[in-house]
């Protein structure tokens, strides 16, 4: 068996379910990673990989647009940097794995999530306060932050925070005039 040539098929957007589904379960990581981001895998499948043993294979899940929303929670709760930081970024998160995410330890996590541009208004306010410059920033240039927020953000401590809200093109005039005068 040659790694190269599974790993190949595993990637192919024409490959059937049924070819998928036996490589998802092969022996390497990187034929089960293939599988997990080849965008032609069944829900089904993508699900068996989100609850993979290797980080490398659950991060490529969490990125896949089939992953079933049932097992969002799980990877936003997961204990690897990379699978949350893949989890993040989705634009599906339902509030709950977004609450988990803003939680995270981690402030890459949280920036990840501050620049989703499907970032709920809950969420946007939880990360106004977050402790780290560079995860305000991140919301500060997030052109969905609500205008509250971006208001807020304006008046930061943080100077690359400000900047960030000026260049944000969802700002508010309003907010943008204020800014005139840092």
């Known amino acids: 068996k040659n790694l190269e ?3 190949e098929l595993a990637g192919n957007a024409k490959a059937p379910d049924t070819v998928l589904s036996i490589l998802a379960g092969d022996s390497s990581e990187f034929v089960r990673e293939s599988v997990a981001h080849n965008r032609a895998s069944s829900e089904t499948i993508v699900a068996k990989l989100a609850a993979d043993s290797a980080p490398l294979v659950r991060t490529a899940a969490a990125l896949n647009p089939a992953l079933p929303k049932s097992s969002i929670p799980a990877l936003a709760a997961d204990p690897v ?4 930081q893949a989890t993040a970024s989705r634009l599906d998160l339902s509030q709950e794995a977004q609450n988990k995410l803003a939680a995270n330890a981690h402030a ?4 990840v999530l501050a620049s989703n541009p499907k970032i709920s208004a ?3 306010n ?7 410059a560079r995860v305000r920033g991140a919301l500060g240039r997030n052109p969905q932050a609500p205008s509250g927020v971006l208001k807020t953000l304006s008046t930061d401590s943080n100077e690359k925070v400000r ?3 000026a260049q944000n093109r969802g700002a ?9 005068g840092d």
């Open 5 to 7: 040539v599974r790993q």
């Open 81 to 84: 940097l990379a699978v949350n």
């Open 108 to 111: 890459l996590v949280r920036r």
């Open 122 to 124: 809950e969420t946007a």
């Open 126 to 132: 939880l990360l106004v306060k977050d402790g780290s």
């Open 163 to 165: 900047q960030d809200v």
């Open 172 to 180: 508010s005039k309003e907010v943008l005039a204020a800014l005139a």
